[in-house]
């Protein structure tokens, strides 16, 4: 059974070429790349002002495997710290390296959270080099 016709005033039958150089098109590629949307339709949906799908985010895989085993590491020194009674500002600060690199790994995987947590990860940056850059007290 054959689909019925389109509606001729949605019917696409027109073409518009457009030159661009070989830099632009290497742009609109990776544009429309990020919107999983072949660049055709990534042009007319933008040049009709119309909502493309959400952009994807690219995950650089070797960042994130080392992200993954510089937190093991941090967990291993956590855990040591509480064994071996360490001081509290240390177990503390191990604590807080441990939910930063936990927040970038999750802005790995969705890049909005990031803006969101990028205020409170640079608290707890500062409040690391202080700690760190401070003379250690004497028990």
Known sequence: MARPPKDPEFLRSRR????????????????????????????????????LPPAMPTINQ?????????????NQLTHLAHLT????????????????????RADLLDPLAAIEREHKNRRVFDELVSLFSSPAEES
């Open 16 to 51: 518009i070429d457009v030159l661009v150089s070989p830099h632009e098109l290497q742009q609109l590629e990776r544009l429309a790349a990020l919107h999983s949307v072949p660049v055709r339709r990534y042009l007319r949906e933008t040049g009709l002002s119309r909502q």
């Open 62 to 74: 070797a960042t994130y495997v080392e992200l993954r085993r510089v937190g093991s590491n941090i």
């Open 85 to 104: 009674g360490s001081r509290p500002d240390v177990q503390t600060a191990l604590r807080d390296m441990a939910a930063a690199l936990e927040a970038i």
